[in-house]
């Protein structure tokens, strides 16, 4: 069974600059949470949807957006992209957005504005 | 404010050694705690998870402890291998309907042969 994929893998923008970044959970998994991991940093918290509905949100600015499709995968959107958004950007799918369920992280994409 | 600090923020070994990293907490309500291995650029992969009730669980060569009282955890890696090299990251879930994940910023650790 596949795990979480995000895609593409790797990422290189320019300051000003859009990107839209994707992600498909595990089969059955309705939950998606995304976050960005700056080098040398623990991942920082941006966005959860659950059932297509925003269901938390992280300590970031309005040019990040989210959404998720029907099929339960996710789309990140960063606009006016800053030289502070290279980072790793990790999606993480579970059951449901209860605490009980554990998250499992994709590979990540590597983005790198200039 | 909810947190997690682990130390050291880096560790050099060499083969065939112990060592245990340290992760202190102070996410409130608490729902369960986790150990993850990072490899350089890649997702987090889940070692351990432990809940309020448990005070060891182990994975093969790697143990973790969880003091509930204390609000502290160790993640023990028994005779490291050079594929131990990797961040460790510990991670506590919160008690709340929406379970947020508070991140530690990991330990970097380094095994040489």
């Known amino acids: 069974d596949a795990g979480v994929t995000q895609s593409p893998t790797h990422l290189i923008k320019t300051r000003g600059q859009q990107v839209t970044l994707r992600c498909s959970p595990i089969s059955g998994h309705k939950s998606v949470s995304w976050y960005q991991q700056v080098l040398g940093q623990g991942p920082q918290f941006i966005f959860q949807?659950?059932?297509?509905?925003?269901?938390g949100r992280g300590n970031f600015p309005d040019r990040f957006s989210a959404r998720q499709f029907p099929n339960y995968s996710s789309e990140l959107n960063v606009n006016a992209l800053l030289l502070g958004d290279s980072a790793l950007y990790l999606c993480?799918?579970?059951?449901?957005?209860?605490?009980?369920?554990?998250?499992?992280f994709g590979p990540g994409t590597r983005l790198t504005v200039t | 404010k909810n947190q997690v600090e682990q130390s050291p923020q880096s560790l050099i070994i060499l083969e065939g050694k112990n060592c245990t990293l340290q992760c202190n907490y102070t996410v409130s309500p608490f729902s369960n705690l986790r150990w993850y291995k990072q490899d350089t650029g890649r997702g987090p992969v889940s070692l351990t998870i432990?809940?309020?009730?448990?005070n060891t669980k182990s994975n093969g060569r790697y143990t973790a402890t969880l003091d509930a009282d204390t609000k502290q955890s160790s993640l023990h890696i028994t005779a490291s291998q050079l594929s131990d090299s990797a961040s460790y990251i510990c991670v506590v879930k919160e008690g709340s309907t929406l379970g947020r994940l508070y991140f530690g910023r990991g330990t970097q650790l380094t095994v040489w042969p």
């Open positions: 949807y659950y059932e297509k509905e925003e269901r």
């Open positions: 993480a799918s579970s059951l449901a957005s209860a605490v009980s369920y554990e998250q499992y």
């Open positions: 432990m809940t309020f009730s448990e």
